[in-house]
């Protein structure tokens, strides 16, 4: 006697997600944070040596830095999502 896919606890094919797509999801979420907390420190009046302009210096070096790592997890991001589509399309 078979089980029924509910019984085995077993996902049809088109709703089971692969982990290129849940990777690809968790990466785009933390290039999103990085980027607004990079736009957060370049607007930020953190006080880090006396001088104004030092400051303003630090901070956009910073903020630059976090928004250019945000960009690199939404490219890689990108790139599993284009994976997890072509697999897709070999499966049909």
Excluded: H
């Excluded at 709703?15 to 607004?36: D, G, H, N």
């Excluded at 907390?37 to 001088?51: A, E, H, I, K």
């Excluded at 630059?64 to 890689?76: M, P, T």
């Amino acid at each position: 006697m078979e089980q029924s896919p509910e019984a085995q606890n077993i996902q049809p094919a088109a709703v089971r997600q692969s982990s290129k797509r849940t990777w690809s999801i968790i990466f785009f979420i933390v290039a999103a944070l990085f980027v607004v907390n990079g736009l957060y420190t370049l607007s930020s009046d953190d006080r880090v040596v006396g001088g104004d302009a030092y400051n303003y210096i630090i901070s956009a070096g910073r903020g630059i830095g976090k928004i250019c790592a945000g960009l690199f997890f939404a490219l890689v991001s990108v790139v599993l999502a284009i994976f997890d589509v072509d697999d897709r399309q070999k499966q049909k």
